[in-house]
């Protein structure tokens, strides 16, 4: 009789509760997962792919703005710069990073010619499975309750894994850009190491090149070559 109690009374809830895991936006930890495609890693094809939710990742509220009127703002994570033929993802060399210490929470990251130029923002991000931080480019610093924040070699900023609680900290960011006639005739010889960007692998498909050509001929990108 009591087993048959507790049959009867656990059906309603086995009929009510979602019984499936999978979702749009996953949960691990308590911590968000796989949120709107952000990855160090990126599939050919994925792009079309991305995961759509209404679930909150984090808000931003931005101060002493110097954008550019008609720019919009772009929250920079992470940068990939190595292509496989098949994927984007992060080079050995873009791998090697800094551990930055900070003055009582501030962590200074560069320098810039002027303070009036920065842009302050300030991130309140929800518990997510990634421990990158994220920025308008170009981060000059950071200030937060953080215990370390690394800097790679392509200015990617990533602290401690925070899956568990929310962080907030703000962002100093140096958004202003330089003419482009200015950077047309710049005719100095860079490091051999930003000679990668341009390495293509030995496996590439030969469509990929014809769809870069097309892409550019509709783009009318040609004639800033």
């Known amino acids: 009789m009591l087993l048959f109690m507790i049959v009867v009374l656990a059906l309603p809830f086995f009929l009510v509760a979602p019984r499936s895991a999978s979702s749009a936006l996953t949960r691990s930890g308590g911590g968000l997962a796989g949120v709107i495609g952000f990855s160090d890693r990126v599939e050919l094809g994925e792009i079309g792919r991305l995961k759509g939710s209404d679930e909150i990742v984090m808000r931003v509220r931005v101060e002493d703005a110097t954008v550019p009127p008609g720019r919009d703002l772009r929250w920079r994570g992470v940068a990939l ?3 496989t033929g098949r994927s984007w993802i992060k ?3 873009a791998r090697r990073s800094e551990q930055k210490t900070s003055d009582r929470g501030f962590f200074q990251l560069g320098t810039t010619e002027d303070v009036r130029r920065l842009t302050t923002q300030t991130f309140f991000v929800e518990p997510i499975d990634t421990p990158v931080l994220f920025g308008a480019a170009r981060i000059v610093a950071l200030q937060g309750r953080l215990p370390f924040v690394r800097l790679d070699a392509e200015g ?11 962080i907030v900290y703000k962002v100093y960011s140096d958004m202003t850009e330089r003419d482009p006639n200015v950077l047309r005739g710049d005719d100095l010889r860079y490091l051999v190491s930003a000679a990668r960007y341009l390495e293509l692998p030995r496996n590439l498909d030969p469509r990929i090149a014809s769809l870069s050509r097309n892409v550019i001929a509709r783009s009318e990108a040609r004639k800033w070559l």
Request: without cysteine; negative net charge; charged residues 35%.
């Open 81 to 83: 710069d190595e292509f």
């Open 91 to 93: 080079s050995a060399s």
């Open 156 to 166: 990617s900023i990533q602290t401690r894994p925070h899956d568990q609680e929310r």
